[in-house]
């Protein structure tokens, strides 16, 4: 049981099942607004250049938990179609500047914006249907079938009083294949692994059918079998069907190999952002994470491999 | 510190608002059969069982109600129900005793019952989904204390006010009862600012017990007469109920499970946090403060028209939960039938078992769901639900 990402494997498969059951009623979902207005909204933003394209606008963040500051001024922006990783040492905020950016958290300070849209003047039911989050883990005590928690990904799409109708059940059926879970659609959410939860939670982010996939550690349950495919799942998403990607990994190999642009969030700040060759210098990472690393140039590929070396040391 | 907003965008993408959709559109994601097959199943295994589950209960519920209105002093037989029933425009049928039985005492009071039990129990389902707790309860914010407290008040003063069905007692519980949900909210709300669960909970439990302290002070200063109406009111019955009483008490009831079948889907993502929720586009805040008030407004009737019936609202919802799964769409109504059948077989077994004298509701209930709960907890621990 793997992920399917090849692309033979979505390209091939049967799809008759669905057709008979639902294909027809399948067409019929309604589209997403597609963001025209985009430019608009900040056609007078004057110095920062306005720009269409920006899918998600981090402007000056400030955040504190009563009175220990987490986030002092973030700021970033996200291209649409990007591939980002959010780094950082634990504790410097990555979870919480995700929180913020969902309006989970609301910030003391500063602005997100979504295509250009103010993401304080959207509702949650709007954000859902454009934003996606795969946590960390989630815990329930109720006894939810994976089938079902995967179902609730519909939910911001739903109509109330609506069933699910046949071309939800497709999208949802669809979402697990891809995180390879339908196998496991009976059975009880609680008692599934940690790896395993994790890839249901991505499928229920999935079946949102969302443009921006936010994820707090989506590697971190996982074998190093499974982190394979998830990346190679997120690279497929983002590369086939443009989705949007930011991503709080800790790996920081993996975040070299996966992602084309890295932010590296210390100390309540974004330290560095850039392509990983950018970021991942020795004394850059020196600085965010307080011990010296030495970085290798894979030889097969691009990729670099940060290896820690130790405390930072006088003459080391 | 290289500026990130300077990166150049890769080429290539359109406007994608909704890529997922048209890819799936143009057949680019066709799925696996195998694959939907499980899924099917899962899909149907469930709905098939919460059907079931519905049905069962249904016809509980139905059997319950001819027992209850059959079982007593005189026996009137179900065939006879049916012909006083629909012969009811009839003067004929309506004629004999057992029809003037029927109808102004069993059917009222059968009927009142089950309302209560279903307000009861789609409170707690209500209750239990916004504390994301499964052991939480419609009292659990002190609505039992405060009615107690409201019903006390108006037994100590000999009140006599009347408002369509209700007399002094009932309206004061039910002012009592909302009046101490809305008091436990503002005051969780006033020390944390947006009120928590554990918030609310502490809260409640404070206002619940000073609340108690009360009552307990004004029933120890009471004569001996008083004290006992007291005391009988807070252990619950259903003697002398009216057509008014379930008049007042169905529109209620009807709205409850309205807003709560229609806010289903928030109440499951709810059961998973709230920040879940908000991400899976639930207004949580909003959402809360609806369920919370059609909790309060639920529980308020239920005690309004019953007194304090405890067990009812904590043991339901939980039980039915077991049978057919925590999905709210299929919780609410059948936590509502659970509720009624099994509120009018207590009431049968209170007013039967020790004929002619009347045991209060609340006995029963509590002696029966005591020892239930008691095997629930048990069966959590194996569940590694604790």
């Not at chain 1, 969302?210 to 989506?218: C, F, H, T, V, Y």
């Not at chain 1, 290798?296 to 590929?301: E, G, K, T």
């Not at chain 2, 107690?148 to 037994?155: H, K, Y």
């Amino acid at each position: 049981m793997r992920f399917r990402i090849r692309a033979q494997a979505w390209e091939h498969g049967n799809a008759q099942a669905w057709t008979r059951a639902g294909g027809e009623a399948g067409l019929s979902t309604k589209s997403r607004a597609a963001a025209p207005a985009v430019a608009g909204d900040r056609g007078g933003a004057g110095a920062l250049a306005p720009d269409a394209q920006c899918h998600l606008d981090v402007l000056g963040i400030r955040c504190s938990y009563g009175a220990w500051p987490v986030l002092r001024d973030v700021t970033f922006q996200i291209q649409r179609g990007d591939r980002v990783c959010l780094v950082g040492p634990n504790g410097a905020g990555k979870s919480t500047l995700l929180r913020c950016i969902t309006q989970v958290l609301h910030p003391q300070a500063g602005t997100v914006r979504l295509a250009g849209v103010p993401m304080s003047r959207l509702d949650p039911r709007q954000i859902a249907r454009r934003i996606a989050v795969v946590p960390q883990a989630a815990e329930s005590d109720f006894e939810f079938t994976v089938y079902e928690m995967v179902a609730m990904g519909r939910n911001p799409h739903l109509k109330a009083f609506a069933a699910p109708g046949p071309a939800d059940l497709a999208t949802i059926t669809r979402a697990m294949e891809q995180a390879a879970v339908a196998e496991l659609a009976e059975r009880p959410f609680a008692t599934l692994s940690g790896g395993e939860q994790q890839r249901v939670l991505l499928a229920r982010a999935l079946a949102q059918e969302p443009e921006i996939l936010l994820l707090d550690e989506p590697t971190a349950h996982l074998d190093i079998a499974y982190q394979v495919e998830m990346m190679d799942l997120l690279c497929q998403l983002n590369e086939t069907l443009g989705v949007t990607i930011l991503a709080a990994v800790h790996d920081l190999n993996l975040a070299s190999q996966y992602f084309g642009r890295v932010l590296l969030l210390a100390q309540g700040r974004i330290l560095a952002a850039g392509t990983p060759e950018e970021v991942m210098q020795p004394d850059i990472l020196q600085q965010a994470y307080g011990v010296q690393v030495t970085i290798l140039h894979r030889p097969d590929s691009s990729a670099l491999v940060v290896l820690p070396v130790g405390r930072k040391r006088e003459g080391a | 510190m290289r500026d990130y907003a300077e990166d150049r965008r890769p080429p290539g993408w359109g406007a994608p608002a909704s890529l997922l959709a048209e890819a799936r559109r143009e057949g680019a994601y066709p799925v696996h059969a195998r694959e939907a097959a499980v899924v099917l199943r899962a899909v149907r295994a469930r709905s098939r069982r919460e059907h079931a589950v519905l049905a069962v209960l249904a016809a509980v519920c139905v059997g319950a109600l001819l027992a209850g209105a059959g079982v007593g002093a005189v026996g009137i037989s179900p065939a006879r129900i049916g012909q006083i029933l629909l012969g009811l425009p009839a003067a004929a049928a309506a004629r004999g005793t057992d029809a003037v039985i029927l109808l102004q005492i069993r059917l009222p009071r059968v009927l009142v019952a089950g309302v209560t039990g279903a307000s009861l129990a789609v409170a707690g389902a209500l209750f239990q989904a916004l504390f994301r707790n499964p052991l939480a309860d419609p009292y659990i914010l002190g609505a039992s204390s405060g009615a107690s407290l409201g019903a006390v008040v108006a037994i100590a003063l000999a009140l006599d006010l009347h408002l369509f069905g209700w007399g002094a007692v009932p309206l004061l519980a039910f002012a009592g009862a909302l009046g101490t949900v809305w008091l436990v909210y503002r005051l969780a709300r006033a020390c944390t600012g947006r009120p928590s669960v554990l918030a609310l909970i502490l809260a409640g439990v404070a206002v619940g017990s000073f609340l108690s302290g009360l009552v307990s002070l004004i029933i120890y200063l009471l004569q001996d007469d008083r004290m006992h109406q007291a005391v009988f009111w807070m252990m619950g019955g259903f003697s002398g109920a009216t057509w008014d009483q379930l008049a007042m008490a169905a529109p209620y009831l009807v709205g409850g499970m309205a807003v709560a079948i229609w806010l289903a889907r928030d109440l499951d993502s709810l059961l998973l946090g709230e920040e879940t929720a908000q991400h899976l586009g639930v207004r949580v805040e909003w959402t809360r403060r609806l369920v919370l008030s059609v909790g309060a407004f639920l529980t308020a009737v239920a005690v309004a028209s019953g007194g304090v019936i405890g067990f009812v609202g904590l043991v339901v919802p939980h039980a039915v939960r077991m049978l057919g799964g925590p999905n709210h769409r299929y919780l609410v109504p059948a936590s509502a039938l659970g509720g009624a059948g099994l509120m009018i077989l207590a009431d049968l077994v209170a007013r039967s078992l020790l004929a002619p004298m009347e045991l209060p509701v609340g006995v029963v209930t509590a002696l029966t769901g005591a020892p239930f709960f008691l095997y629930l907890l048990q069966a959590r621990r194996s569940h590694r639900w604790m």
